[in-house]
């Protein structure tokens, strides 16, 4: 006999059913009645239950064969969280989630940081818990990337390592429901590596909606993102069942950074007014410098960097990476050449050599920009040095001799202070050649104005 709380919640489960090619799932927990409330639930679902007490036990049950685990975090012979780590070592393609302790976020985190794709919390909420194992059967049905998944990761070019491990990492984030935090400096792609991530999620079918932090005005921000009324959803609602990209998330306002906080801290209670059911959305963000400084200022929440940054994923500026510059400009010059109907087939060696030792403080987005330029300004089939109309880098490597003596580094004077030497360099050439007008500037160098407000401040010019 179940007590009445536990009978009184297994009785929505008669209600809505799920149709689902039958699958095996392995529940694991050492709480009697919330195994038997779970194996009723998963049962209705049409799945095949098998339960396991402890993780030895767990263990066994996995070599049988399972599609789908979910486990609590304490267990009398272990730690859910060493559960998930085995898992992800020995049946890596097995979908795993947990059951935390309301309130223990922390612990949450560290279970998704480990592999799990999604938790739940004490007490139960079957509509949350049938929602969590309906994402985890969608991994299992579809376990490689849909055409659209492939689509997406396949705009993320390159083949340098770097990359390679990016698109990875990509796949196996998308197979999470964990929010994720995206560093990566300006025109790296941190938009495009966001939607790449939602289309190998199985919440790709729904919306992808971008919020830009920085562009949005700070008066209208709370109203757009939350609403006003019932009648005016806000972009959360509006994001219903997909993702929510926050880029350049630095520039949330204070207040609505606790708001938004509180919002999270809901989304995940187990206690939550069901009558007021909050959106179920995954949150993606980015900004291109630290976070963390942001919080050790208090520009930023701790609490609330924490909960974004559940998982994190670094997009390697194009210096990092020089290797790909080639292969990167062919396939943007091709893309523009089509587009344009323009028979233009490559690049003469002084080009590529140029656009090789050239430091793209812009990164992709100056490197798409200097190609679609050059495009449009050359005169012959092959695209020459001067069609880049990268002034600014000659003037740093004009005369540059074979014998010139090396740049000596030392503790006062280091790789990052050359790189922002040079930067600056830049920065003054594209203001001094566009009459210091700010905003052509910044277009001229493939960034925006608000970026081009950045580097000023970062580099001191006045």
């Not at 074979?402 to 740049?407: E, L, N, R, T, V």
Request: net charge negative; aromatic share 6%; charged share 30%.
């Amino acid at each position: 006999m179940f007590p009445d709380c536990i009978a009184k919640a297994i009785q929505p489960a008669r209600e809505e059913l799920v149709n689902t090619t039958t699958h095996k799932i392995l529940v694991v927990d050492d709480e009697i009645d919330l195994l038997d409330l779970l194996d009723m639930t998963l049962t209705r679902m049409g799945l095949e239950v098998h339960t396991a007490a402890d993780v030895d036990q767990a263990k066994r049950r996995l070599k049988e064969g399972v599609d789908l685990c979910i486990t609590d975090m304490r267990l009398p012979d272990g730690d859910g969280i060493d559960l998930v780590r085995y898992i992800q070592e020995e049946y890596p393609q097995l979908p795993v989630a947990v059951i935390t302790a309301h309130g223990n976020m922390a612990l949450a985190i560290e279970a998704m940081k480990a592999g799990a794709y999604d938790f739940v919390s004490k007490p139960v909420q079957l509509d949350k818990l049938r929602d969590l194992v309906n994402a985890g059967i969608d991994l299992v049905e579809e376990p490689g990337l849909t055409p659209q998944a492939e689509r997406a990761i396949g705009q993320i070019l390159g083949s340098s390592d770097e990359m390679v491990r990016l698109r990875e990492r990509i796949k196996r984030v998308g197979r999470s429901q964990a929010a994720v935090f995206i560093a990566g400096e300006s025109g790296t792609g941190k938009e495009l590596v966001a939607r790449a991530i939602h289309e190998s999620s199985p919440r790709r079918d729904a919306p992808f909606v971008v919020v830009n932090c920085g562009a949005m005005p700070q008066d209208l921000m709370e109203k757009e993102l939350f609403g006003s009324t019932s009648d005016r959803p806000g972009i959360l609602q509006q994001a219903e069942g997909g993702t929510l990209f926050l880029d350049d998330v630095i520039e949330l306002p204070i207040h609505i950074q606790a708001k938004l906080l509180r919002f999270l801290q809901e989304l995940n209670s187990p206690l939550m007014d069901t009558e007021n059911e909050l959106p179920s959305v995954r949150l993606m963000s980015a900004c291109e410098s630290d976070l963390q400084d942001a919080v050790q200022s208090g520009e930023f929440g701790q609490d609330l960097y924490y909960l974004l940054n559940v998982i994190d994923v670094y997009i390697p500026p194009l210096r990092e990476h020089r290797e790909d510059i080639p292969e990167l400009a062919q396939t943007l010059l091709e893309r523009y050449c089509k587009q344009n109907q323009i028979p233009i087939k490559g690049f003469h060696d002084d080009a590529l050599n140029t656009l090789k030792h050239y430091s793209f403080p812009g990164n992709m987005r100056e490197l798409e920009n200097i190609i679609q330029r050059a495009v449009a300004m050359t005169d012959d089939t092959l695209i020459k040095q001067q069609d880049l109309r990268l002034s600014a880098w000659s003037s740093v490597t004009a005369n540059k001799k074979d014998d010139a003596k090396p740049i000596e580094f030392s503790e006062s004077y280091t790789l990052e202070d050359y790189l922002e030497d040079i930067e600056r360099t830049l920065v003054r050439e594209a203001l001094e050649k566009n009459k210091w007008n700010k905003t052509a500037a910044a277009k001229f160098l493939g960034i925006s104005f608000r970026q081009m407000r950045y580097r000023l401040k970062k580099l001191q010019i006045d």
